[in-house]
């Protein structure tokens, strides 16, 4: 079995080969919160690749049998945790529901879709994990429907202490699949980038709310 450093970089290597990760500390990226970085993210783009979804799918079911334990239920974070947490449902034989953001405008005004009873132990899958402001609203969420979340694991988690800190007040465990580090190290060891690149990446990380201002 893979030792959880090797699975970290292989899934590094195919966030970054199908560019699901980009990497521009020179022409930096906006994000929606006003910060210039040097990455950009959207780990959807897995799902058109079946070898990496598959991968993904089976190291995330490694990863709850063995770091998790007896779960009732999986759960996604809309948008990005949907499709992967499904499928990671489908191969446990689980129930699978998901969160949206906020409850609908309309209809029922659901927040929580799909069938999540009291008591159940659960895990909560995202995409990724940058400040955790939008994975602890669901765990929030599905908490006050007395679910029981028994952690949150992630493709991808940038690594920043203010997400790190709210998981930890939150009472909530936090386990991701790979994480910027790892991505970095692996980008400059593979020539993805040059050492210059990789000292800004590091520069960022420190301060990314003032970086580049």
Known sequence: MLQYNEVAENVAKSLLQVKAVKLSPKKPFKWASGWNSPIYCDNRITLSYPQIRTYIRQEFVKMIREEIGHIDLVVGVATGGIAIGALVAQELGMPFAYVRSSSKG????????GVVESGQRAVVIEDLVSTGGSSLQAIKALREVKCDVKGLISIFNYGFDVAKDAFKEANC?????????????????????????????KKWREDPANWKK
Do not use: P, T
């Not at 580090?181 to 000292?199: M, W």
């Open 173 to 201: 465990r936090m386990l991701s699949l790979s994480d910027y580090d790892v991505l970095i190290e692996y980008a400059q060891k593979s020539d993805y980038i040059n050492k210059g690149d990789y000292a800004k990446l």
């Open 106 to 113: 309309h209809g029922l005004s659901n927040q929580i879709e």
